[in-house]
């Protein structure tokens, strides 16, 4: 059983809509309507009527309603009454996991330099980028930090949240030095460019789609020049990518801040010569607009004046598009702030 689980049911059955719900809630339509039926699942019952529009709840979801709100307000209740004096002056971080492993500890150094330091704490990794941004949108956060590029749009309500651009990294197509192919051994550095004009079919590693680099790179594949891969490993930790590859498990797109190392001693070779493969991402942090004392506002101010901006970024220009496809990638939508 999952509170958020109760927060989707209750919510619909307020809307009585599937997507406008999933539109309340912060997440997709197929999102949502999974968690209802996972809820369903797990008490043994159908709850909402899906043959109907606007959806209706059955008799057993009329019954469960009062019993979910119920637990809804008790849970945030208890939340609240156990969070003691020490833990409510932690500020609470949802973060990708490269992020919070490969990013956010020298981040927060930087940031206590000249300063005296804030206490904070990484909440336990919720799985894919639209899972962790509703820890902010909950409230279970008081910042959200993640990648971010123009491929992927976060469902963010208007006028309640903003960001900071922190810094920036690079996902490029790499393989170890040499691997096996069809049968044949072969020299990685390259390997993307000769798949383009061979019949080779690559072994590829994967993020999944639910990652913020799995929804970036299928974007990329949309308007790039095919070619042949068979996915051979999925993983949405990029670390666990990584130890793949370096097996010479594939071609995989891995952040550069993760494997300076590894380019350097030729551990890990680039998989194309040609840089419009590579992809520019923005690293943000996220919080509510409303959400600006005490050691939340001073972490702000901090992260922003380490940053050198005083406002949000607005979104970069369309990247050039990958050799071989001639029309123009179209801007998508900036994320909401």
């Given at each position: 059983m999952e509170l958020k689980w109760l927060e989707d049911f209750a919510a619909l059955a307020e809307t009585g809509s599937f997507s406008r719900a999933a539109e309340l809630r912060h997440v997709t339509q197929p999102a949502l309507s999974?968690?209802?039926?996972?809820?369903?699942?797990?008490l043994g019952t159908t709850l909402v009527s899906r043959a109907s529009l606007p959806a209706e709840l059955t008799r057993e979801g009329l019954r469960f309603l009062?019993?979910?709100?119920?637990?809804?307000?008790?849970?945030?209740?208890?939340?609240?009454?156990?969070?003691?004096?020490a833990a409510a002056k932690l500020v609470r971080f949802a973060a990708l996991h490269t992020l919070?492993?490969?990013?956010?500890?020298?981040?927060?150094?930087?940031?206590?330099?000249?300063?005296?330091?804030?206490?904070?704490?990484?909440?336990?990794?919720?799985?894919g980028i639209e899972a962790n941004l509703s820890a902010l949108v909950e409230g279970e956060a008081d910042f959200f930090l993640t990648y971010a590029h123009r491929y992927v749009s976060l469902r963010l309500e208007e006028g309640k949240f903003e960001f900071l651009k922190v810094s920036s990294d690079e996902a490029i197509p790499v393989t170890a030095r040499e691997l096996v192919v069809d049968g044949t051994k072969w020299v990685g550095e390259g390997l993307l460019d000769a798949a383009l004009t061979r019949p080779i079919v690559v072994p590829y590693?994967?993020?999944?789609?639910?990652?913020?680099?799995?929804?970036?790179?299928?974007?990329l594949f949309d308007v790039s020049p095919p070619f042949q891969r068979v996915t051979v490993h999925q993983n949405a930790i990029a670390h666990g990518l990584k130890a793949v590859v370096l097996a010479g498990g594939g071609l995989c797109?891995?952040?550069?801040?993760?494997?300076?190392?590894?380019?350097?001693?030729?551990?890990?070779?680039?998989?194309?010569?040609?840089?419009?493969?590579?992809?520019?991402?923005?690293?943000?942090?996220?919080?509510?607009?409303?959400?600006?004392?005490?050691?939340?506002?001073?972490?702000?101010?901090?992260?922003?004046?380490?940053?050198?901006?005083?406002?949000?970024?607005?979104?970069?220009p369309a990247a050039t598009p990958p050799p071989g496809r001639q029309e123009s990638v179209r801007e998508q939508p900036a994320d909401k702030k």
């Open positions: 999974r968690r209802v039926r996972q809820l369903e699942n797990w009062p019993q979910a709100r119920d637990m809804i307000r008790q849970l945030y209740g208890a939340r609240e009454a156990f969070r003691g004096d919070a492993v490969a990013f956010f500890p020298n981040w927060m150094a930087a940031l206590s330099l000249d300063a005296p330091p804030i206490r904070a704490a990484i909440l336990p990794d919720r799985g590693a994967t993020y999944g789609d639910d990652s913020f680099f799995g929804q970036v790179l299928r974007r797109w891995l952040p550069r801040s993760l494997i300076r190392t590894e380019l350097a001693t030729g551990a890990l070779v680039p998989a194309s010569r040609d840089a419009r493969w590579n992809l520019d991402i923005d690293i943000r942090l996220y919080r509510h607009m409303d959400e600006g004392g005490g050691d939340v506002g001073r972490l702000w101010d901090r992260a922003r004046r380490n940053a050198n901006t005083g406002a949000p970024d607005a979104p970069s």
